[in-house]
């Protein structure tokens, strides 16, 4: 069999969510299959190169709108891959139109990451493209059960449908993480850190972007028995430091972690904070990454993947997202009950090794690829 996974970027030199699920998925299927990659090069070369293993066709592009890259080529190139089953991740609207100007072979597998949310307008050109390229997938495969249930692109798709073709094309794989990855932390960097930010704290790692909810983590800060951390980079973290400066509270923004930095970060802080506000945030694999350190999450009801990784009363603490007073009363719940982060932290860390490594991901997609194979034939 041959895969060939489809995107606009990959990990490295991008460390984001979905990149980093590409990667995993390559490297693991490769022991079943012959796989590859396709994505945007970022200029406007094409190159193939190797990352961890994995062939990876870069293909040239003129920049970019709203993040797609425009990369006239692309279609010959998703043509030319001659996969036995593409797996094209979305939102992904150049190799979307370019399956639908390139009707290259094989069989067309959409791992659905997340709608659209923002882009409103955009959306009223993509969305009737888009709709139109998930009806030629064989499977679609989203992130988890909630998403399916209240994705308004998903359930237009699915509407004309009985219920036996829809529980035949769309299969429900979580995301996956290494959990290994995350068990052994330097202590003597642990406790450094803890001194550093003076005492237990509340983390928060990723990319500052305005889907995070991020604002109101720093205007909770004030409220919050504890440092808090917010970790990473990105285009909003020069207002969201304005904003700290402005409201108080003992905030701090170590810049962009390595990955020895992240698990340390992780193991140091008593509570995880995830607040994001769109449902944009389809799952959270942050949430997994706190969730395999042992931390509860404290995270909100976004109707999305977000409440499916990190379980209310189980693993941590839902709330409303944009309610600062909320976010802050659920940290300090957990702050002060420290048999309840005990209980929830060692909960949260045997479900992620059971249920979201990725090579059970990787396993779990695969056998689905076959299936589609086989409804071929």
């Not at 067309?108 to 390229?133: E, N």
């Not at 949260?348 to 490594?357: I, L, Q």
Request: glycine share 8%.
């Amino acid at each position: 069999m041959r895969i060939v996974h489809v995107y606009k970027d990959f990990d490295p030199p991008v460390h984001g969510g979905m990149e980093r699920h590409i990667a995993l998925m390559c490297r693991f299927q490769r022991q079943w299959a012959e796989v590859e990659a396709l994505v945007c090069s970022r200029t406007w070369r094409t190159r193939i190169t190797e990352r961890d293993g994995t062939r990876v066709t870069e293909v040239g592009e003129w920049g970019r709108f709203q993040s797609a890259p425009a990369s006239p080529l692309f279609p010959w190139h998703m043509r030319r891959a001659r996969a036995d089953v593409l797996v094209v991740h979305v939102p992904n609207p150049t190799a979307e139109i370019g399956y639908l100007i390139a009707g290259p072979p094989g069989r067309l597998v959409v791992r659905y990451h997340s709608d659209v949310v923002r882009q409103a307008a955009a959306m009223k050109v993509y969305g009737p493209i888009q709709a139109a390229f998930l009806r030629k997938a064989a499977l679609i495969i989203p992130t988890s059960r909630p998403y399916v249930e209240t994705s308004p692109m998903l359930q237009a798709v699915m509407r004309p449908l009985s219920e036996e073709q829809k529980a035949r094309m769309i299969r429900v794989v979580p995301l996956g993480i290494l959990t290994e990855e995350f068990e052994r932390p330097d202590t003597a960097h642990v406790a450094e850190l803890r001194k550093r930010y003076g005492g237990g704290y509340v983390l928060f790692t990723g990319r500052h972007r305005y889907y995070k909810g991020l604002e109101y983590l720093v205007r909770a800060a004030r409220a919050i028995r504890a440092p808090v951390v917010i970790a990473g980079d990105g285009p909003e973290r020069p207002s969201l430091e304005a904003l700290a400066r402005d409201a108080g509270g003992n905030v701090h923004f170590p810049g962009s972690l390595s990955q020895d930095d992240l698990v340390d970060h992780l193991h140091g802080c008593e509570v995880f904070a995830f607040p994001s506000v769109e449902r944009s945030e389809a799952f959270g694999m942050s949430i997994l990454e706190a969730h395999a350190c042992g931390k509860p999450v404290v995270a909100t009801r976004l109707g999305t993947g977000v409440e499916f990784a990190n379980l209310d009363g189980e693993t941590g603490l839902n709330v409303p997202p944009r309610d600062p007073d909320a976010l802050a009363a659920a940290i300090n719940r957990l702050l002060g009950d420290a048999g309840m982060r005990d209980t929830m932290g060692g909960r949260a860390r045997e479900r992620v090794k059971r249920e979201f490594h990725a090579e059970r991901a990787a396993r779990d997609e695969f056998r689905l690829y076959e299936e589609v194979l086989e409804q071929r034939t």
